[in-house]
């Protein structure tokens, strides 16, 4: 069952990954971060990527692409506000730009 991140858990997996380079977003529980990569190939290869993991985990990122630009949001709807599923997969993100 996913649930919103409580306090303790925002300091342990939001508070690393807020320093890391993701923001708030305003006005609600999201994450939202820019990733730029060389060109449009490797910018849609990340997305390929990130899509297997999305669907494998039946979390689903808000995400727009221009160019070699892509633009995530994380949230969870079910819940309305960020859950583990969200610092789950913007590690996975992380990694996978890297
Ligand atoms: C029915 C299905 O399990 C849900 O709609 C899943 C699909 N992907 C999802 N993705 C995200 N980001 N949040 C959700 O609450 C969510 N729920």
Redesign the pocket.
């Known amino acids: 069952m996913?649930e919103k991140l409580s306090d303790t858990a925002r300091d342990t997996m939001l508070a690393p990954l807020l320093e890391g380079g993701w923001e708030m977003v305003e006005g609600r529980d999201a994450i939202t971060r820019t990733f730029k990569f060389a060109d449009f190939a490797d910018a849609f290869g990340f997305m390929a990527r990130a899509a297997i993991w999305a669907e494998k985990w039946?979390?689903?990122?808000?995400w727009s692409n221009v160019y070699n630009t892509v633009k995530v949001t994380?949230?969870?709807?079910?819940?309305d506000g960020l859950s583990a599923?969200?610092t789950k997969l913007a590690r996975k993100m992380e990694s996978l730009a890297s």
Not at 58 to 62: A, L
Not at 74 to 79: C, P
């Open positions: 996913t039946n979390h689903h990122p808000e994380l949230t969870t709807h079910d819940v599923l969200d």
